[in-house]
């Protein structure tokens, strides 16, 4: 499998240095030190020259081009994957001071793992490539490291999470099996959460992403009834907490409806009581009160933004009612959307590549 997903490194790929604790800094970050101190002694008798060339070149430029502006070259944008409809899809755009921020993490996720290699630390430096958009560079990272931890079913988790997010979803079911099989044994433990919700508490685990992503790219492959005995075994088993159990019971509930297993499908509904101790996933909460009848289509259709998940939700209940017109505007709406990587554009675009 891993010798299948990996592929040549390009020239414009960075070369890294690789020690006993996984994927180290660029090799050009690596020798910076030592080219500082070994061009600088030249520092000193070049200054003059490079004065008076200076003053020559700036003379020569303005009389050739007195007012011609220079303007900055407009940044091309990356793609990064191409949807299950054929679209290219860039990276996301990041306002500068969210980019800059994301930035730091990363620089820090890296030195702390040359500080201290170990698999943990080699998992975030990709988690923080991707929360960047990066999605290639953090697929490279993670294959590159489980060269180093061959058994990681963390590492596969991520490196799974990935795949989907670029649309390898046959890669992405092999990976995600083998770290199921791989996690079999282990301690289902809560994942470290790289960007906590409002009570910044991690509500999600291993085993949990696990199955929840493997059952996703099901979903997105039309195998209802893999994903929805995926799911359920994420709420019933996994879910430590109300916020991991709704979303695994939206997903199970609209999985096992198209399975044709009607009766399981409800009876999914019934694992939360009527005032969940919901945080994060306020979406999924709606879209299963919705479901119960506690909670209108009309009051959620009347909001002016709504994310993805929950337009998702919405398109499959008009389209299970009868109003598969508006339910498929839905969908190729949200195909528009510049989140794409959110799991409820994956599912738009799924839906609409198997018409």
Not at 85 to 90: D, N, Q, R, S
Not at 185 to 201: L, S, V
Not at 246 to 261: K, N, Q, T, Y
């Amino acid at each position: 499998m891993l010798l299948a997903l990996l592929t040549p490194t390009c020239r414009t790929c960075p070369r890294t240095t690789t020690t006993a604790g996984g994927p180290r800094r660029p090799l050009a970050a690596a020798l910076r030190g030592r080219l500082t101190s070994a061009v600088s002694w030249s520092v000193g008798w070049n200054i003059s020259w490079a004065f008076t060339l200076g003053w020559a070149l700036a003379i020569g430029s303005t009389v050739g081009c007195a007012s011609a502006p220079v303007e900055a070259p407009t940044p091309v944008p990356r793609l990064e994957a191409t949807s299950l409809l054929g679209a290219p899809l860039t990276a996301p755009p990041l306002s500068e001071v969210t980019e800059r921020r994301l930035e730091l993490d990363l620089e820090s996720a890296r030195l702390a793992l040359e500080d201290a290699p170990s698999e943990q630390r080699t998992i975030w430096v990709g988690r923080r490539l991707g929360y960047l958009g990066r999605y290639d560079e953090a697929i490279r990272w993670y294959l590159a490291a489980l060269v180093q931890y061959p058994d990681s079913y963390r590492l596969r988790r991520h490196l799974g999470h990935r795949l989907i997010t670029v649309r390898r979803l046959d890669d992405a079911i092999g990976v995600l099996t083998e770290a199921r099989r791989l996690a079999a044994a282990a301690t289902n433990r809560i994942e470290p959460d790289g960007a906590p919700g409002p009570e910044g508490e991690p509500r999600s685990t291993t085993h949990g992403n696990i199955d929840y992503h493997l059952a996703l790219a099901y979903y997105a492959r039309g195998d209802f009834n893999a994903a929805a005995d995926l799911w359920v075994e994420c709420a019933r088993r996994w879910a430590g907490n109300d916020d991991s159990r709704v979303a695994a019971m939206h997903w199970a509930h609209v999985s096992l409806l198209r399975a044709g297993r009607q009766e399981e499908a409800r009876s999914i509904l019934d694992l939360v009581g009527r005032y969940p101790d919901v945080i994060e996933n306020v979406a999924y909460l709606e879209l299963i009160q919705l479901y119960r009848g506690e909670l209108k289509a009309g009051a959620l259709l009347a909001r002016k933004e709504r994310n993805a998940a929950l337009e998702y939700g919405l398109s499959r209940y008009l389209i299970r009612l009868g109003a598969g017109v508006d339910g498929e505007e839905s969908l190729i709406q949200l195909t528009r959307r510049p989140e794409w990587p959110a799991f409820g554009v994956l599912a738009a675009e799924a839906d609409l590549a198997a018409r």
